[in-house]
C-alpha cells in the first residue's frame, strides 16, 4: 500500500487528477466563470436599457403643427421699404400672441422683435398694418412687412411665435 502513496508512482498520479474532489473543484471554476459572464453580460443589458431610455428621454417631443406659416421675399419691384410677407396658409392666431423676430443670418445679431400693438404688429425698425377685422391671423391673411430705412440688402432671419410655439423660422433676402 506504501507503493500507491508514493508521489512518483504514475497510478497513483493518474487517480490524483481524476479524483472526484478534483473534478468537482475543476467544475466549481468553470461554474463561477458562467456566473461571471452572464453577471457582465446583464450588467451590459442593463446598461443598454438605461441609454434607450437617456436617449429618449432627451429626444424632442413630437408637436402637432397647429398653424402652417409662410415668410416670403418682397415682390419685385420693390415698394420703398418693403421688406418681406408673411402668408397664413393654415391655422389662425391671435394677432396679440404674435412676435416677429427679425436676425441677420450673417452673424445672429438681434435686429428687431416686433409685437401686437392694437393695429399693426410692429417693432422699432420693423412693422407690418393689420386690415383685418377680427382679432386673428387666419387662413388667407397677409401681414406685409415694411422697415424704416435702416435695414440693407443681405439675408436676414425671420422667427414667427406665438405665446406657446414657433410658428416659421426661415430666411429672407431684402433687396
Known amino acids: 500500500m506504501r507503493v500507491l502513496g508514493n508521489p512518483l508512482c504514475k497510478v497513483c498520479s493518474i487517480r490524483r487528477h481524476n479524483s472526484p474532489n478534483q473534478k468537482k473543484k475543476s467544475n466549481d471554476k468553470s461554474e463561477k466563470g458562467f456566473v461571471e459572464i452572464i453577471g457582465e453580460l446583464l450588467l451590459l ?26 415668410v416670403k421675399d418682397a ?3 420693390l415698394i420703398t421699404n418693403q421688406a418681406f410677407d408673411v402668408i397664413m396658409l393654415a391655422g389662425n ?24 400693438n392694437g393695429n399693426q404688429i410692429a417693432g422699432n425698425i420693423i412693422q407690418a398694418t393689420i386690415n383685418d377685422t377680427d382679432s386673428y391671423f387666419s387662413t388667407g391673411d397677409v401681414l406685409r412687412f415694411n422697415h424704416n430705412g435702416v435695414l440693407r440688402s443681405g439675408k436676414y432671419a425671420v422667427i414667427i411665435a406665438d405665446k406657446k410655439y414657433t410658428l416659421v423660422d426661415s430666411f429672407v433676402e431684402l433687396k
Open 45 to 70: 443589458a442593463i446598461v443598454v436599457f438605461v441609454a434607450s431610455q437617456i436617449a429618449l428621454a432627451l429626444k424632442p417631443p413630437e408637436v402637432e403643427k397647429y398653424a402652417d406659416v409662410l
Open 75 to 77: 415682390k419685385e419691384p
Open 93 to 116: 392666431v391671435r394677432y396679440s400672441d404674435l412676435k416677429v423676430v427679425l436676425r441677420n443670418a450673417t452673424d445672429g445679431d438681434l435686429i428687431d422683435i416686433a409685437t401686437y
